[in-house]
């Protein structure tokens, strides 16, 4: 009996995923092999990987059932706004659980909080008093992203900028000061990833 063309086969997995999510129940890859009689998981991952190259799924990463169909949205996870940042003069951070937003998360594996915003220092980069900021959660930034930095007992959201090898945190503020951290006390929570203003 000979091999069932690759091309088949890439329907037949197609298919199957397909109903599933139509059905509201994403697969895992190892669903995938159980369901086509796949020896390997790897065969499995490597159809679904290619029908994503194809634009037949959108995938993300770290997600066990992270597949979904090009039309349909990324799910919706409720993320926990914790409390309040201040956007001005350093203040004690607070991490006051006062409930959850929405959010479509953008990668499959990210950790992400939200912060109330005190303070008018990123004033000129939007972001004001009252505005909620998503933060990715992660342990470094890049030169010129927004972040929120812990230093000792303290927080604050600013621009991360780095001058010859030294972090600075710059407020988007002409009224404020540069705040140059000592690199033992500075520890970055997370870059903003997201704005949420209310109005009214």
Sequence with gaps: MGRTPVGQTRRKV?????????AGHPPTVREVQEALGFRAVQTARQHLEALVSAGQLVGARGRSRGYRLPDTPAPVVPVPLLGRVPAGPLDTA?????????????????????????????????????DVVVIRRQPTARNGEIVVARLGDEATVKRLRI?????????????????????????????VVELRRTLG
Excluded at 98 to 122: C, H, K, N, T, W
Excluded at 163 to 191: A, M, Q, T, Y
Aim: charged fraction near 30%.
């Design 94 to 130: 607070v991490e006051d659980l006062e409930g959850y937003i929405p959010v479509q998360p953008r990668g499959g594996d990210e950790e992400l909080f939200a912060l109330r915003v005190q303070g008018l220092s990123m004033r000129d980069a939007g972001i004001l008093p009252g």
């Design 14 to 22: 197609f298919a199957f995923v397909r109903q599933r999510l139509l």
């Design 163 to 191: 001058r010859r090898g030294r972090v600075e945190l710059h407020p988007e503020n002409p009224e404020f000061s540069i705040i140059v951290p000592d690199p033992e006390e500075l520890e970055i929570l997370g870059k």
